[in-house]
């Protein structure tokens, strides 16, 4: 699929000219101008309601938005990912996410297979082994019911499982405990099995590949943790595997027919809804989980056939394009008002900056504007004790993207009005701001009206949804995966490959034997990584 470099689109160029009217515009006056605005710039798709009209933008800007999708080709594109075409380029591979959450009656054929079945077939398998340890008849190697589970792995194959079980704790099984433990740091295993008993703790070895240094580690040290209670033989009732790759699962010994299998046209940062998320069917159940597809699946559809000006995902992409790309704002902060989300800023970390942390096109050319946006966040309202004067004041801008329910699920007195009263309040702050004239107005001493004056004028979203359920977790999720999609498709990158977190492993592996402090090989680093291991060195045998 050819299209022009990003620049050399007309829609570029049109974007470009119209940003220079729009750095003369006030949110203030395009509010005033419009008493409908608050209505116009809004969608509604899967139970989520999304306003987009405190950004900075005119009709004229959105229709700009769509001719750049228009000329970046974002539709195509996005119906040969559906169909199973190779867009990861750079490793050959189809991106087909999406098939994890197409119905079981579907069918979709790619390279001669047709996925959904396969998909299917992993489905049901999870279901019947999820209820046997939810009911109690999976027993461990003395006889005792599971109580505990521990999921080991990291990146892809941890904050998925870790945010969807935090997010979706409300429906889970309280009589089962769930640890996640990623960190090569021995504290994370350490600290998460102290007080659990081998008898009722099992553990789920999550890794595509089998061969990830941090998770062997971890799951090397939680047999040896197993077997020294238990002996070698109760490895097979306290160990399954989520993986691609049975030889390894073999090799590590487990037994294979404990092993839940995806595939590698699934990519780590988009396997939650994968056997990878093994732990949160274990967790809230079959019926759950499969409600989870659902919402993911409604998502996907609505992406596949909404018009631009209708469609959540590319309104989200195509915003995210103009506040980064013309707008200049580097980063975007994603604020859930849900305490049951407040991994949810980790996880998009991972989804949109290994996405589209990229300074390459496709087919290899340096790009010459800006890509991928630093995500970052904290649930609301302890983030506004914190770094919400930046936000507010700051000399850096930093478009927000508030999520919030109009129903708690845990319902207690006035603390969700007060919750979500906030939302609204700081999207209007931040839009709106408070000028001198107004705090003058206000009796405030002329002394501290510079101080207080807030510009406003800084953009923000807010989701809106009834309650969070398992349905609206998928779609959610699916909605910020596309999102990511639509930015990395105008950008004309792969956002599918993570080539740059190579380098620092290899160089990792080279360095840890040079650690021993009886080690007498000569350092041939940069004199900095010399003398920071030759340190090590001297505080570790002087310790
Ligand atoms: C995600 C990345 C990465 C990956 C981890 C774990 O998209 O590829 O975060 O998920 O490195 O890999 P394994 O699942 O193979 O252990």
Redesign the pocket.
């Given at each position: 699929m050819t299209t022009q470099p990003l620049p050399q689109r007309p829609a570029w160029d049109a974007l470009t000219a119209h940003y220079r009217d729009a750095s003369s515009w006030h949110l203030r006056e395009l509010f005033s101008d419009d008493p409908n605005r608050g209505r116009r710039f809004t969608s509604e798709a899967a139970g989520l309601y999304f306003d987009y009209s405190k950004n900075l933008i005119t009709d004229d800007t959105m229709s700009l938005l769509d001719q750049l999708a228009l000329e970046s080709k974002v539709e195509e594109r996005r119906d040969a990912m559906f169909a199973g075409k190779h867009l990861n380029v750079t490793e050959d591979r189809p991106v087909l996410h999406v098939a994890l959450r197409m119905p079981k009656n579907s069918s979709l054929v790619v390279d001669g297979v047709d996925v959904v079945a396969q998909v299917h077939q992993v489905l049901e398998r999870m279901s019947v082994f999820a209820e046997l340890v939810r009911c109690g008849q999976w027993r461990g190697h003395t006889d005792q019911p599971i109580k505990n589970v521990v999921n080991i792995?990291?990146?892809?194959?941890d904050l998925g499982p870790v945010m969807a079980f935090e997010a979706l704790r409300h429906f889970s099984q309280r009589e089962l405990t769930f640890r996640f433990v990623s960190n090569v740091d021995a504290t994370d295993f350490v600290e998460s099995v102290r007080d659990l008993n081998p008898e009722e703790t099992l553990f789920i070895i999550?890794?595509?590949?089998?061969?990830?240094l941090e998770?062997l580690t971890n799951a090397t040290s939680a047999r040896q943790w197993l077997v020294a209670s238990l002996g070698e033989a109760a490895v097979a009732k306290h160990f399954v595997a989520v993986s691609t790759n049975a030889e390894k699962v073999a090799a590590f010994g487990i037994d294979v027919t404990n092993m839940f299998g995806f595939w590698d046209w699934v990519?780590?940062?988009?396997?939650m809804d994968s056997a990878i998320g093994l732990s949160t069917m274990l967790a809230v159940g079959p019926e759950n989980f499969y409600e989870m597809l659902e919402g993911f699946h409604e998502m996907d559809r609505h992406f596949c056939t909404a018009p631009v000006r209708q469609n959540l995902p590319m309104l989200m992409g195509l915003l995210a394009c103009w506040n980064n790309n013309f707008l200049g704002y580097p980063t975007v902060a994603v604020m859930p008002y849900d305490q049951y989300l407040h991994r949810l800023p980790a996880y998009l970390q991972?989804l949109t900056m290994?996405s589209n942390g990229k300074h390459v096109t496709e087919d290899g050319q340096r790009v010459t504007y800006l890509t991928g946006p630093v995500y970052w966040g904290e649930p609301g309202t302890n983030g506004q004790h914190s770094f919400y004067q930046l936000l507010h004041q700051g000399t850096t801008v930093v478009p927000v993207d508030f999520i919030g329910f109009a129903r708690s699920l845990n319902p207690l007195g006035a603390h969700h009005d007060i919750l979500m009263s906030n939302v609204f309040a700081q999207a209007q702050a931040l839009a709106f701001g408070r000028t001198a004239e107004e705090l003058r107005a206000a009796g405030v001493d002329e002394g501290v009206v510079a101080a207080r004056v807030m510009d406003g004028n800084r953009p923000s979203n807010v989701l809106l949804a009834k309650v969070l359920s398992p349905r609206l977790l998928g779609s959610l999720i699916a909605l910020y995966e596309h999102s990511v999609f639509v930015q990395g498709t105008l950008w004309g990158i792969d956002s599918f490959d993570?080539w740059g977190?190579e380098l620092g492993k290899q160089l990792a592996v080279e360095i840890t034997p040079e650690l021993d402090p009886k080690s007498t090989e000569k350092l041939a680093h940069d004199s900095s990584t010399n003398a920071l291991i030759e340190q090590y060195r001297f505080l570790k045998k002087n310790g």
């Open positions: 792995g990291i990146g892809g194959s999550s890794s595509k590949t089998f061969s990830t998770t990519g780590g940062r988009y396997s991972q290994e993570q977190v």
